[in-house]
T-cell receptor
Framework: TQLLEQSPQFLSIQEGENLTVYCNSSSVFSSLQWYRQEPGEGPVLLVTVVTGGEVKKLKRLTFQFGDARKDSSLHITAAQPGDTGLYLCAGSTSGTYKYIFGTGTRLKVLA | DSGVTQTPKHLITATGQRVTLRCSPRSGDLSVYWYQQSLDQGLQFLIQYYNGEERAKGNILERFSAQQFPDLHSELNLSSLELGDSALYFC????????????FGQGTRLTVV
């Protein structure tokens, strides 16, 4: 059973546009991570959010953890072709060691 | 380079066969995780080991098994292979038992023909 739903599933935008990707769950997560994956490569960690309401910035990427720690968002400002990839959220719920991944958002930024 | 090493990178085998995938975690990492990634199912959690002991099981088939050795490397054994087992298999490692940060290897692409 997939506990982390991401939306949208696919996103194709022009260079310079802004976008937001969402990660939602009915469960409370002790922490949540965002990864980016290139084709044929393993996911690469972008950020970890731990506290409800936490906002973290990584250059043009802004990550937010929901107040109830059940959801998260990733906002990209002025997207560039280099941002193209599969974005995955992941985490584990309290009391379990299962580390699960979201369904993924495949982003394509056109030059 | 994440520091997690997976071998082999590619594997082609016939249905019914058995294969072993190997993972060496980052130096100092005690936890190892295995994931299966196919086009239509995303990254599926298979199993986690911490310091040689199984800690969590996900959607791992009975035909699949894994273990973590005293030197902390891990192996994933896949037997009685079926066409549907074709996928990318990733190993990840983290320092602690409860994952906060996981570093992934480059994966083993398994093709069953």
């Amino acid at each position: 059973t997939q506990l982390l739903e991401q939306s949208p599933q696919f996103l194709s935008i022009q260079e310079g546009e802004n976008l937001t990707v969402y990660c939602n769950s009915s469960s409370v997560f002790s922490s949540l991570q965002w990864y980016r994956q290139e084709p044929g490569e393993g996911p690469v960690l972008l950020v970890t959010v731990v506290t409800g309401g936490e906002v973290k910035k990584l250059k043009r990427l802004t990550f937010q953890f929901g107040d109830a720690r059940k959801d998260s968002s990733l906002h990209i400002t002025a997207a560039q072709p280099g941002d193209t990839g599969l974005y995955l959220c992941a985490g584990s719920t309290s009391g379990t060691y299962k580390y699960i991944f979201g369904t993924g958002t495949r982003l394509k930024v056109l030059a | 380079d994440s520091g997690v090493t997976q071998t082999p990178k590619h594997l082609i085998t016939a249905t019914g066969q058995r294969v072993t995938l190997r993972c060496s975690p980052r130096s100092g990492d005690l936890s190892v995780y295995w994931y299966q990634q196919s086009l239509d199912q995303g990254l599926q959690f298979l199993i986690q080991y911490y310091n040689g002991e199984e800690r969590a099981k996900g959607n791992i088939l009975e035909r699949f098994s894994a273990q973590q050795f005293p030197d902390l490397h891990s192996e994933l054994n896949l037997s009685s292979l079926e066409l549907g087992d074709s996928a990318l298999y990733f190993c990840a490692s983290s320092v602690v038992q409860e994952v906060g940060v996981a570093f992934f290897g480059q994966g083993t692409r398994l093709t069953v023909v």
